[in-house]
């Protein structure tokens, strides 16, 4: 199986998650920071990049650069929901993942070809998730190494997708400036200039005694290296998860109680899945709805005991959904476990009944290891049968 690793970066975060709060910023030079004296412009959209404003930029100078631009106060606390909500997507296509900010991980895709057909495909459908759900692009990068996926994930955006396959590793960055070289500060370049080199082929095409000599033995090995585009480094992810959920946006806005059921069945089936597939139970249940003007509702509940039985997941959504205020045109749903317990409480219960449906779960299991997940799915079937027939 071929490495493939994907780097994930969004496009102007703050500023496009401002464009997606207000609709009449959309299309409009936005600064998001810079707007209190002595203020810093923490980003600024596409629109506002072409007057040459930029991060870290002081804001008078901002100001100077784009007197039309619209200075915004920065909300840390709203960025960080839309960057939870892009990593459960994150989550959904890897099991490796490696969050490197607050709008920026690498995925190891390494296989995916197998589930979305392509790579190229698997990248797309990533891509479309993330405009769909949260209404921001991402810009993508897919390389045989971590390096290089970051590289490719600069190299078009905003809205870009770059590809570098196995054996265009060196070919992909040669007219790349040195400066692109991760490890490459001022001082180092400076130095790579002093020799003639401009590019990353000069590297390769000097002497690697020489570079020793000019940068030391490890930056120069190093250097050496990256230039060939060659990265051993792993996706390293650290964190244990601490829930699992999913969620859905739609193509179309959906309304009335019997259809958002429907999802939820949907959801509480991937949910249970995914739960019994890494063999825990989830206490706390939650719910989130969004409607077509981005107003988010989420409930949840602890129950008395924990779970990974889709039925109950279900019944739960239910009960969580009916304490909402009505909502018509809803564009997203989802549905999330945490609170998670130790597999040692697990078996600690003796009721016939749950025995029973452990025992049915496990059944359903193993025919959705064997044949894939939607080899059984009610919410399909549900069209034809009673919804009853599911408690
Ligand atoms: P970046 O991904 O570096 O920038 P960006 O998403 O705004 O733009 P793009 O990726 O399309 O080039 O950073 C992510 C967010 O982090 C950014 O929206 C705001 C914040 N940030 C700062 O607050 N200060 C900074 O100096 C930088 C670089 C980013
Ligand atoms: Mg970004």
């Given at each position: 199986m071929k490495r493939y690793i994907m780097h994930v970066d969004m496009d102007a975060f703050f500023a496009s998650v401002e464009q997606v709060d207000n609709p009449?910023?959309?299309?409009k030079p936005v600064i998001v920071g810079?707007?209190?004296?002595?203020g810093v412009v923490c980003t600024a959209s596409y629109e506002a990049r072409k007057y040459g404003v930029h991060s870290a930029m002081p804001g008078i100078q901002a100001k100077r650069l784009c007197p039309q631009g619209i200075f915004l106060p920065v909300r840390h606390e709203r960025y960080k929901q839309v960057s939870a909500e892009i990593f459960t997507i994150f989550a959904e296509f890897s099991p490796k993942v490696e969050p490197l900010s607050i709008d920026e991980a690498f995925l190891d895709?390494?296989?995916m070809d197998k589930i979305y057909k392509s790579i190229n495909s698997c990248a797309r459908q990533l891509k479309e998730r993330i405009l769909l759900q949260t209404g921001i692009h991402a810009s993508i990068g897919v390389a045989p190494n971590k390096f290089l996926a970051k590289i490719a994930s600069d190299l078009?955006?905003?809205d870009g997708l770059v590809i570098i396959r196995h054996g265009q590793e060196q070919s992909s960055?040669?007219?790349?400036?040195?400066?692109?070289?991760?490890?490459?500060?001022q001082k180092t370049a400076l130095k790579l200039h002093n020799m003639?080199?401009?590019?990353?082929?000069d590297i390769l095409q000097g002497n690697i005694n020489s570079l020793k000599n000019a940068l030391g033995e490890k930056t120069a090995v190093h250097l050496w290296q990256l230039a060939q585009g060659i990265d051993e480094r792993e996706v390293e992810s650290s964190h244990i998860a601490k829930s699992i959920g999913n969620e859905e946006t739609y193509a179309e806005d959906i309304s009335g109680e019997e259809i958002v059921m429907e999802k939820f069945l949907h959801l509480a089936e991937k949910v249970g899945w995914r739960l019994r597939q890494k063999q825990i139970k989830a206490r706390t249940i939650s719910i989130k709805a969004r409607t077509d003007d981005f107003t988010t509702y989420t409930r949840s509940i602890t129950l008395p005991e924990s779970t990974d039985f889709d039925s109950v997941l279900y019944k739960t959504a239910q009960t969580l959904f009916k304490q909402?205020?009505?909502?018509?045109?809803?564009r997203l749903l989802g549905l999330t476990g945490s609170n998670f317990t130790e597999p040692a409480e697990?078996?600690?219960?003796?009721?016939v009944s749950k025995i029973k449906q452990e025992k049915l779960y496990k059944a359903i299991d193993s025919l959705k290891n064997k044949f894939g997940?939607?080899?059984?799915t009610k919410a399909k079937l549900i069209n034809r049968q009673k919804k009853d027939d599911y408690s």
């Amino acid at each position: 199986m071929k490495r493939y690793i994907m780097h994930v970066d969004m496009d102007a975060f703050f500023a496009s998650v401002e464009q997606v709060d207000n609709p009449e910023l959309r299309g409009k030079p936005v600064i998001v920071g810079g707007d209190k004296a002595r203020g810093v412009v923490c980003t600024a959209s596409y629109e506002a990049r072409k007057y040459g404003v930029h991060s870290a930029m002081p804001g008078i100078q901002a100001k100077r650069l784009c007197p039309q631009g619209i200075f915004l106060p920065v909300r840390h606390e709203r960025y960080k929901q839309v960057s939870a909500e892009i990593f459960t997507i994150f989550a959904e296509f890897s099991p490796k993942v490696e969050p490197l900010s607050i709008d920026e991980a690498f995925l190891d895709i390494s296989g995916m070809d197998k589930i979305y057909k392509s790579i190229n495909s698997c990248a797309r459908q990533l891509k479309e998730r993330i405009l769909l759900q949260t209404g921001i692009h991402a810009s993508i990068g897919v390389a045989p190494n971590k390096f290089l996926a970051k590289i490719a994930s600069d190299l078009k955006k905003p809205d870009g997708l770059v590809i570098i396959r196995h054996g265009q590793e060196q070919s992909s960055i040669a007219q790349l400036p040195l400066g692109k070289l991760w490890g490459v500060g001022q001082k180092t370049a400076l130095k790579l200039h002093n020799m003639g080199y401009r590019q990353v082929k000069d590297i390769l095409q000097g002497n690697i005694n020489s570079l020793k000599n000019a940068l030391g033995e490890k930056t120069a090995v190093h250097l050496w290296q990256l230039a060939q585009g060659i990265d051993e480094r792993e996706v390293e992810s650290s964190h244990i998860a601490k829930s699992i959920g999913n969620e859905e946006t739609y193509a179309e806005d959906i309304s009335g109680e019997e259809i958002v059921m429907e999802k939820f069945l949907h959801l509480a089936e991937k949910v249970g899945w995914r739960l019994r597939q890494k063999q825990i139970k989830a206490r706390t249940i939650s719910i989130k709805a969004r409607t077509d003007d981005f107003t988010t509702y989420t409930r949840s509940i602890t129950l008395p005991e924990s779970t990974d039985f889709d039925s109950v997941l279900y019944k739960t959504a239910q009960t969580l959904f009916k304490q909402l205020p009505v909502l018509n045109k809803i564009r997203l749903l989802g549905l999330t476990g945490s609170n998670f317990t130790e597999p040692a409480e697990m078996s600690l219960f003796n009721d016939v009944s749950k025995i029973k449906q452990e025992k049915l779960y496990k059944a359903i299991d193993s025919l959705k290891n064997k044949f894939g997940e939607n080899i059984i799915t009610k919410a399909k079937l549900i069209n034809r049968q009673k919804k009853d027939d599911y408690s």
